[in-house]
């Protein structure tokens, strides 16, 4: 176990909901940031269905997730993170959105030995530390959603990460969080997203040329590779607005013509068609079911 017991989370989107539910399952006190009132209580609604979810499936017991839902207080005001041992943000895959929330938190935590932590799939740690007067402090610590459910976190940290950081955020996410750790150096989309990405960019070209439909690609993959899903139906998991960003991100650092966005995602997400959280992507959703 590690000395970092409260826990702040930045954002509860499909992440960060995600993000927090494991920390206080895991007995962390655990306050969960979001810009509004709204945006609050649906954060909260999908933590409680997440949690109930776990105890239909019997993963965990009614009385754990009574415990666990009385570990986590919620807030719209960052202020109220002076007092944390660990932020990790989780907002959108914005990189002025995320700079922003950094420097807040640097100005926020009071904690000399606080540790800022981000959950981005591609944006450059470094790029976020530098933002911070504690560059040292701060680390990429990033998960798989479905959060509870996938045990793997990414651990990244940037040329300035100092070593006792280091040593602290890692033994955090082993033992505190039980996730089994990797660790990729500081480039866009660390190590899976490095590889999923362009994996998923090429079905959507796959898609968008005709040479198959949705169906037979996903199928393809499912029972032809035994994935438990297929590339089309993964990035309307992950969502149409956050394959983008990373593939931009992707793009922009190492420029190779395959992993350019396709036109038809771009249209997606100008659209509106971001996946299961807006009930329409390469497939349709029940509404109010998407997250
Ligand atoms: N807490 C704990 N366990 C839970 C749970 C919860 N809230 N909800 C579900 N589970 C358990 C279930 O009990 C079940 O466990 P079992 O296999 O022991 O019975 C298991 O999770 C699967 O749950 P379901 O039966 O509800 O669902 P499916 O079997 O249909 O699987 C899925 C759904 C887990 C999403 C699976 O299809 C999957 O793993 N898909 C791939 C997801 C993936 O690749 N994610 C990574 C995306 S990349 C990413 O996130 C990075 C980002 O930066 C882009």
């Known amino acids: 176990m590690t000395d970092v017991r409260a ?22 006190d655990t306050l969960v940031h979001e810009v509004d009132a709204r945006a609050v209580e649906a954060g909260r609604d999908r933590i409680e269905s997440s949690l109930a979810r776990a105890v239909e499936r019997g993963k965990l017991a009614a009385d754990e997730r009574d ?15 002076a007092d944390r041992d660990l932020a990790i943000e989780a907002v959108p895959e914005d990189e002025e959105l995320k700079l922003r929330v950094f420097a807040v938190l640097d100005r926020t935590m009071v904690r000399p030995d606080a540790l800022l932590a981000s959950n981005t799939s591609s944006i450059p740690i470094m790029k976020l530390a530098a933002a911070t007067s504690r560059p040292g402090q701060v680390v ?6 479905p959060v509870p459910v996938l045990d793997l976190v990414e651990l990244v940290p940037s040329l300035a990460t100092a070593d006792e950081a280091w040593e602290r955020i890692r033994a955090f996410a082993a033992e505190t969080l039980g996730r089994h750790v990797i660790v990729s150096q500081d480039r866009a989309g660390f190590v899976v997203n490095s590889l999923l990405i ?12 005709g040479f ?18 297929g590339p089309l139906r993964l990035a309307d998991h992950i969502g149409l607005d ?17 992993l350019a966005p396709p036109a038809l995602l771009q249209r997606m997400v100008q659209a509106g068609h971001l996946g299961r959280k807006t009930g329409i ?9 998407a997250a």
């Open 67 to 81: 415990a666990t839902l009385k570990r986590m207080a919620f807030t719209t005001d960052l202020a109220d993170f």
């Open 7 to 28: 826990v702040g989370v930045v954002g509860c989107g499909l992440m960060g909901a995600g993000i927090a539910e494991l920390c206080a399952r895991k007995g962390l």
């Open 198 to 209: 362009p994996y998923i960019v090429a079905a959507v070209r796959m898609f968008e040329s």
């Open 140 to 145: 990429g610590l990033h998960f798989f959603n």
């Open 212 to 229: 198959a439909v949705a169906h037979d690609i996903d199928e393809g993959m499912v029972r032809g590779c035994a994935h438990p899903m």
């Open 281 to 289: 992507g390469f497939y349709k959703y029940p509404v109010g079911k």
């Open 242 to 258: 956050t394959t983008l960003a990373v593939a931009e991100s992707l793009y922009a650092e190492f420029r190779e013509p395959h």
